[in-house]
């Protein structure tokens, strides 16, 4: 059971946009910046979004990231068949001492 | 550029102990934080704990009394131990840098290495 909990799944067709949810709490992304990770199979996982909606060198604007309260989403534009991986969200925890916190991820299909 | 590279033991005895190290090349060690995290087969991200270049840590609750990590600054790389293992560690293991610069990790992991798979069995 993850502590920030996305769809396990969503597809969508080329061209199409798909948005990915996370919720999360207070403790996490209610009071800390949200982070995107995408996973291509095999692979380790790259950085997507930043600080909620920051974008890295490299990343097209096709990916967007937003927050609103203690959720978060990844959109998706202008779908493409290399789109298909799984995406994380991640985030800060304040409870206790301290700790990261991952979604469970969510597998995207391009039909 | 900033690259890392996991290197350890790919087998592990059940009870014993998983070490791993992370080799950082092109940068200094000396800021940010310094991150595990880890993929069971099949199954989602684990964030195990990070450490600073000063040695401030910390771990993932539920690991908390098997996991130390513990930076070398002189060598430029910083190591995992987890204590106790079993079959449910098995997992590839992750290095990566946190690029927070505060008194905390931030999640803001980038560069990763590449991972590196251990399992645990006899």
């Known amino acids: 059971q993850s502590v920030l909990t996305q769809p396990p799944s969503a597809s969508g067709t080329p061209g199409q946009r798909v948005i990915i949810s996370c919720s999360g709490s207070s403790s996490n992304i209610g009071n800390n910046y949200v982070y995107w990770y995408q996973q291509l199979p095999g692979t380790a996982p790259k950085l997507l979004i930043y600080r909620n909606n920051q974008r890295p060198s490299g990343v097209p604007d096709r990916f967007s990231g937003s927050k609103s309260g203690t959720s978060a989403s990844l959109a998706i534009s202008g779908l493409r068949s290399e789109d298909e991986a799984d995406y994380y969200c991640?985030?800060?925890?304040?409870?206790?001492?301290?700790?990261?916190?991952f979604g469970g991820g969510t597998k995207l299909t391009v039909l | 550029q900033v690259q890392l590279q996991e290197s350890g033991p790919g087998l592990v005895e059940p009870s014993g102990t998983l070490s791993l190290t992370c080799a950082v090349s092109?940068?200094?060690?000396?800021?940010?934080?310094w991150t595990w995290i880890r993929q069971p087969p099949g199954k989602g991200l684990e964030w195990i704990g990070c450490i600073s270049h000063n040695g401030n840590t910390n771990y993932n609750p539920s690991l908390r009394s098997r996991v130390t990590i513990s930076v070398d600054t002189s060598k430029n790389e910083f190591s995992l131990r987890l204590r106790s293992v079993t079959a449910a560690d098995t997992a590839v293991y992750y290095c990566?840098?946190?690029?927070?610069?505060?008194?905390?990790?931030?999640?803001?992991?980038?560069?990763w290495g590449q991972g590196t798979l251990v399992t645990v069995s006899s």
């Open positions: 092109g940068g200094s060690i000396s800021t940010y934080y």
């Open positions: 990566a840098r946190d690029r927070s610069t505060g008194a905390a990790g931030t999640l803001w992991f980038d560069p």
């Open positions: 991640a985030a800060w925890d304040g409870r206790l001492s301290g700790s990261g916190v």
